[in-house]
């Protein structure tokens, strides 16, 4: 029985078939093994491409919020060092190389129709030359002044990490 809205759908271990101990939010130990679930955030990497008090945005080719805008980023990697998942997500989505500037802030949220729970870590850095072109999940890149920001921006973290940032560049 799921007793906690945000638990993923898996009643059984993947080690031996057992049924996974529901009862914590956070840790589901198997009934018949060794094996313990730890139900954690998923890490997740934002950029921040600056060109003087503009940031760079991208447009979600994909749902959800297909249309709207988000930050530079993504999901990291199982195992994945996290300045290794940034600069990978800047080069997936944006096509350029990038050097990471500064830390920004880092926050929770969550995603998806089911809710699961993020962690969000955003790094300001500065685009090396190269061919601006949206890639892979991305249907627009737009620099964007910090004070002039888009209305359709859906994930609240994103907007945090902005409101941070124009908090910065004063």
């Known amino acids: 029985m799921n007793t906690h809205p ?3 759908p ?15 939010p956070h840790r589901q130990p ?13 890490p997740c990497m934002g950029a921040l491409p600056l060109e003087d008090r503009r940031v760079l945005l991208a447009r979600r080719g994909i749902e959800p919020f297909f249309g709207s805008w988000n930050v530079v980023g993504g ?13 990978r997500e800047v080069r997936e989505e944006t096509g350029c190389a990038c ?4 830390f920004i802030t880092q926050n929770a949220d969550t995603y998806g129709e089911q809710g699961a729970a993020l962690l969000n870590s955003y790094y300001s850095v500065e685009l090396l030359p190269g061919d601006l ?21 859906p994930f609240e973290s994103d907007r945090r990490a902005l409101e941070v940032l124009r908090t910065m560049l004063r």
């Open 30 to 42: 198997c009934t018949r093994c060794d094996f313990i679930f730890y139900h954690s955030s998923s």
């Open 75 to 87: 999901f990291l990697g199982y195992g994945e060092e996290p300045l290794e998942g940034l600069l």
């Open 133 to 153: 072109t949206p890639q892979d999940d991305v249907s627009e890149l737009r620099w964007f002044d910090i004070d002039d920001l888009p209305a359709d921006i």
């Open 10 to 24: 898996y009643p059984f271990c993947p080690v031996c078939g057992g049924p996974l101990d529901r009862t914590e």
């Open 99 to 102: 050097r990471v500037l500064d």
């Open 6 to 8: 945000h638990l993923p």
